[in-house]
């Protein structure tokens, strides 16, 4: 699920990387696009022999993620699961709809499903935030855009948490730069290691 610039530095890194994208553009249901993303997930397990995928969500893709963990078959399949500014217990209407550039989230069922209170959030959320033995990581940072408030993108029940600002005070990164930035991916690779998070703030 690694977009553009973060496939390629963990192709760099010496790994095999294969992007999901989205159906209808992020659009549509998110509970529709976990069951894609088995699908895809078990194509790439075929491919590779591969017992587990590791996967990387960004936004909306942490969601799709956790959703294929928790009620479409990838608590077995998957080994750790990193999101990046996912809305996990959801975010304002006016925040999506700024940000999506959706004049309303009427009819757009994405967006309704990730505002505050929805019934999709409320069922991704009940009972334990982490399933089985995948190990969850979340990044988020104190100038997202989008995830309002911020610790929303985080999640309890033993998963990691990891505010870029905690260790990095003076870096600056918003939504999208969450894909970008070089210190974010020093924490996604220590994560994928299975290694504690120890942010470099340097990196580029």
Not at 69 to 85: I, M, N, R, T, Y
Not at 139 to 164: C, Q, S, W, Y
Request: net charge neutral.
């Amino acid at each position: 699920m690694a977009r553009g610039p973060l496939a390629a530095r963990r192709r760099a890194d010496g790994y095999r990387v294969w992007i999901f994208e989205l159906p209808a553009l992020g659009t549509g249901d998110i509970a529709a696009s976990a069951r894609s993303l088995n699908t895809f997930a078990d194509s790439v397990r075929a491919q590779t022999g591969a017992s587990k995928v590791d996967l990387i969500g960004h936004s909306q893709g942490g969601l799709v993620a956790r959703q294929y963990v928790k009620f479409a078959g990838g608590s077995s399949e998957v080994d750790s699961l990193v999101s990046l500014g996912a809305p996990h217990y959801g975010t304002y209407v006016a925040n999506l709809v700024n940000f999506l550039g959706f004049g309303t989230c009427i009819g757009v069922v994405a967006c309704e499903q990730m505002t505050i209170g929805s019934s999709f959030l409320s069922n991704l959320n009940a009972g334990d935030d982490t399933i089985g033995n995948v190990r969850y990581t979340n990044i988020f940072t104190a100038f997202d855009e989008l995830v309002r408030p911020v610790t929303n993108a985080t999640l309890a029940d033993g998963a990691t948490n990891v505010k870029v600002q905690s260790k990095c005070w003076a870096r600056t990164v918003g939504h999208l730069g969450l894909i970008l930035d070089g210190t974010v991916y020093s924490g996604v690779r220590q994560a994928l290691r299975g290694q504690s998070i120890d942010l470099n703030c340097w990196a580029v």
